[in-house]
């Protein structure tokens, strides 16, 4: 499904070099290259602010607790997502309701989340799952209008761009995940949220760091300690400048997969435009098992994101809610390998089994 190995000896130079000023520059977090790689990640998503912190869980916290407005403490997500909202939201103390997704984006939209939008709700998160920017325009105003604030998960659509926007600048803030695996991923695990409201950063960067104003004076409660550090600021921003180039390659590996399953029983979600990015390649099939052995015996491996709505995992407390597309998509779901460094008989060899499918 993925091998990380490959980017790293790939960008192998680019890192080392990225590794060799942070040893030398004697800083190891909020230093020169943390700084630097706000500023450029800022200046990339169109938006005033980036501030880096530890995962895009930590991302979701911070910027869920910013922005919930006082006397509201409902959280509007979808349970299509893997779960990073729901543990942010309940660690951040708030409750959490899940509004089902659009059948064609898979992502919440307007009209699946309106049901959901009582008095208590003050922060939506929309996540723009497997690299999709969905278009939270008028999502947007109508939750403004109503006094609730919009959080983008942009973990999975790093890049993707609308009408000149990208991802991250149509909300109040946005979230984003640099694991590994991610379009723009880091050397281990890192996080930032993007705004454009000068008062979200500022609460923001004072949250990351125990709520302090200046050192040692804690100005605001429910500070934490979750900062981006130099090591892992500088190998992304050495890798930045490379990110609309794999995000291409993504686009194009699915296209060839959606190419090869034409007229077969899976139907593979297009990724064309920049509005995708390509983060998954993810496939429909009413007979999932059936299609993932046949795709392993010829060598494909494949996986499923996600395999348990939040409402049903054990751990969120499974309050039996059910919502018609996300069980039925949670069970006809299917991730097929897509990453930058798949070679292009690798490719090819996935195509085959597809077609083989038919
Ligand atoms: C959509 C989404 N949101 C949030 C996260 C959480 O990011 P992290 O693993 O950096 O905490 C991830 C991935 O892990 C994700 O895919």
Not at 218 to 242: C, H, K, Y
Request: proline content about 3%; glycine content about 10%; hydrophobic content about 40%.
């Amino acid at each position: 499904m993925n091998d990380l190995a490959r980017g790293i000896f790939r960008d192998r130079e680019r890192l080392t070099t990225a590794f060799e000023r942070v040893l030398d520059s004697g800083y190891v977090v909020m230093g020169p290259n943390h700084n630097e790689f706000q500023r450029a990640l800022a200046a990339y998503l169109g938006v005033k602010h980036v501030l880096g912190v530890a995962s895009g869980t930590d991302a979701l916290e911070l910027a869920i607790k910013t922005v919930m407005p006082a006397g509201r403490n409902t959280v509007v997500t979808a349970a299509n997502a893997g779960g990073y909202t729901s543990v942010a939201a309940k660690h951040a103390g708030f409750s959490v309701r899940y509004a089902d997704v659009d059948s064609e984006s898979l992502c919440v939209s307007l009209e699946t989340l309106v049901p959901s939008l009582t008095d208590d709700v003050g922060v939506v998160v929309v996540t723009h799952l497997y690299g999709n920017l969905t278009d939270v325009t008028n999502l947007v105003s109508y939750c403004h209008n109503r006094g609730i604030r919009v959080v983008e998960d942009c973990a999975q659509a790093i890049g993707a761009t609308l009408d000149g926007k990208s991802a991250g600048s149509f909300g109040d803030i946005a979230a984003t995940s640099f694991y590994p695996t991610k379009n723009l991923g880091a050397i281990g695990d890192g996080g930032a949220i993007a705004t454009s409201n000068d008062e979200f950063a500022a609460i923001v960067a004072q949250l990351r760091q125990y709520g302090w104003s200046t050192k040692y004076r804690v100005e605001i409660p429910a500070g934490t300690n979750s900062r981006l550090d130099e090591m892992q600021a500088a190998f992304l921003l050495a890798r930045l400048p490379l990110l609309d180039g794999f995000n291409e390659r993504r686009r194009d590996i699915i296209e060839r997969y959606r190419a090869a399953a034409a007229g077969g029983p899976l139907r593979v979600l297009p990724a064309l435009g920049g509005h995708h990015v390509g983060h998954l390649a993810v496939a429909l099939t009413a007979n999932r098992d059936y299609v993932r052995a046949a795709l392993l015996a010829l060598g494909v491996q494949t996986d499923i994101h996600f395999p348990i709505p939040d409402y049903a995992q054990l751990g969120f407390g499974s309050d039996l809610q059910s919502l018609a597309t996300t069980d039925r998509i949670s069970k006809e779901i299917l991730s097929l390998p897509c990453f930058p460094e798949l070679t292009d008989e690798e490719i090819q060899q996935v195509c085959g089994a597809i077609e083989s499918l038919k």
